[in-house]
């Protein structure tokens, strides 16, 4: 099992990014996929994921301007942030897991997982 992502870079407050997180070993249809963020002195965040039966979550502070797809065909996940504010800067990891306690810890809830990250790719948002 295998995350790659990419996509992070510097971008004034108002630019847009595109993350994306590309899977191998497994199918992302039926598992959970989601992106998580941290910065340094906070704890690892959910941003946004999809559930293993396709529900989708956005925390509060993002809802509006990041949208989470999949691409099934390509076997990669992404993420489209809009209208990016400096409080979004940070290391963001994409996850997965082959069971929905992934989207409960992407909520915030204190569950183990998921099992599988990728490698984290920096976004920094500054004027």
């Known amino acids: 099992v295998q995350l790659q992502a990419f996509g992070g870079g510097f971008v004034q407050p108002g630019g847009s990014l595109r993350l994306s997180c590309v899977a191998s070993?497994?199918?992302?249809?039926?598992?959970?996929i989601g992106w998580f963020r941290q910065v340094p002195g906070k704890e690892r965040e959910g941003v946004s994921c999809?559930?293993?039966?396709?529900?989708?979550y956005y925390r509060d502070s993002v809802t509006g301007r990041f949208t989470i797809s999949r691409d099934i065909a390509k076997n990669t996940v992404y993420l489209q942030m809009n209208d990016l504010k400096p409080e979004d800067t940070g290391v963001y990891y994409c996850?997965?897991?082959?069971?929905?306690?992934?989207?409960?810890?992407?909520?915030?809830?204190?569950?183990?997982?998921?099992?599988?990250w990728g490698q984290g790719t920096l976004v920094t948002v500054s004027s």
């Open positions: 999809i559930n293993t039966d396709s529900d989708t």
């Open positions: 996850a997965a897991d082959p069971d929905f306690k992934g989207f409960y810890a992407c909520k915030g809830y204190a569950v183990a997982g998921p099992d599988y």
């Open positions: 070993g497994f199918p992302l249809d039926g598992h959970f």
